[in-house]
């Protein structure tokens, strides 16, 4: 019996809520639309249920990979060969009380941004046009205009790598330019809590709405693409650095560079994961020879490379 059938089985006899999907074409979870086929993807349906999904997995020494929105991740063209466990719309509640915001990690920026604005909580205003997931936000301690995950998080909840549920406070988490230390130490993020301050609903539903302005003006979100695709090198512009060595608009492939901001890779039109794997490479070996800046990529690769 393959690995596979074992864990549909699994699924079958001890999760009713949970959903899973056989050679799932990883086209349909990533924002870069690229990438080949999972051998089996998993929406657990519950906290409790993808405890019990992950202590099978270990006990079975099953490999998986867990995976958000999918905004910052590019997956090979061939392909997942390991569970993939997806948190998304089953693990979305978000609620609030008094200050504090707590979302669980399938929910999205975007929902959890409005949800503080109509309870007149700002702090999280810079979050409003993040793409992706609470869990992958955190993940990556992700930013933008002068604000940070870790500026406003309190603690999470997390799954452990023997599968034990843990709080995690915010000072336990090394929490750097787009790192974290579960980037390494294999715990899977159930929910956050961040502490906000009260506002006014009209003054936080206005800036919100300029920075959303913002992004727009500035960034090719009518593409597919994973956002900036390179960490800001100190001291440097990513965007400029490629610019000026002359890539804006340089294509392999479907992959193109954007021509309305160079920090941003774009998938132009049936872009391979091939294509935008070649074109990094291009243009970190072009910025080093230039400038002899080393580009650091700030997305995920997963799958078989």
């Known amino acids: 019996m393959s690995y596979r059938e074992k864990v549909i089985g699994f699924i ?36 409790a249920e993808l405890q019990v999904l992950l202590k099978y997995l270990l006990s079975e020494n099953i490999p998986y990979l867990v995976l958000g929105q999918g905004s910052n991740t590019i997956v090979s063209d061939r392909g997942i060969r390991e569970v993939v466990i997806k948190i998304s719309r089953n693990l979305s509640q978000c609620t609030v009380e008094g200050e504090m915001l707590k979302a669980e990690a399938g929910a999205l920026l975007s929902d959890i941004c409005l949800k503080a604005q109509e309870n007149g909580l700002a702090g999280m205003e810079f979050a409003c046009g993040i793409p992706g997931s609470v869990g992958g936000a955190v993940f990556m301690n992700a930013g933008a205009y002068g ?21 995690r406070q915010k000072e336990e988490l090394e929490l750097g330019y787009r790192k974290s230390i579960m980037q390494s130490n294999g715990d899977i993020i159930l929910s956050a809590k961040f502490h906000l301050v009260k506002g006014n609903k009209e003054e936080i539903k206005n800036k919100m709405a300029e920075l959303k302005s913002r992004r727009e003006q500035a960034q090719p979100l009518e593409y597919p693409s994973a956002g900036s695709i390179f960490k800001r090198p100190e001291g440097y512009f990513t965007g400029k650095l490629i610019q000026d060595a002359g890539l ?33 490479r291009h243009i970190q070996q072009t910025v080093k020879e230039k400038y002899g800046v080393e580009l650091e990529p700030e997305v995920r690769f997963v799958g078989e490379f």
């Open 147 to 167: 604000g940070e995950i870790k500026d406003i998080l309190e603690e999470i909840l997390v799954l452990n790598k023997e599968g034990e549920l843990k709080t």
């Open 248 to 280: 804006k608009g340089f294509q392999i492939g479907g992959a193109q560079v954007s021509m309305k901001h160079a920090g941003f890779i774009i998938n132009a039109g049936d872009a391979s994961t091939a294509d935008i794997i070649n074109l990094i």
């Open 12 to 47: 079958q006899k001890n999760l009713n809520k949970t959903a899973f999907y056989i050679d799932e074409d990883m086209r349909k979870h990533t924002s870069f639309k690229t990438g080949g086929s999972a051998d089996l993807l998993i929406e657990p349906g519950s906290i």
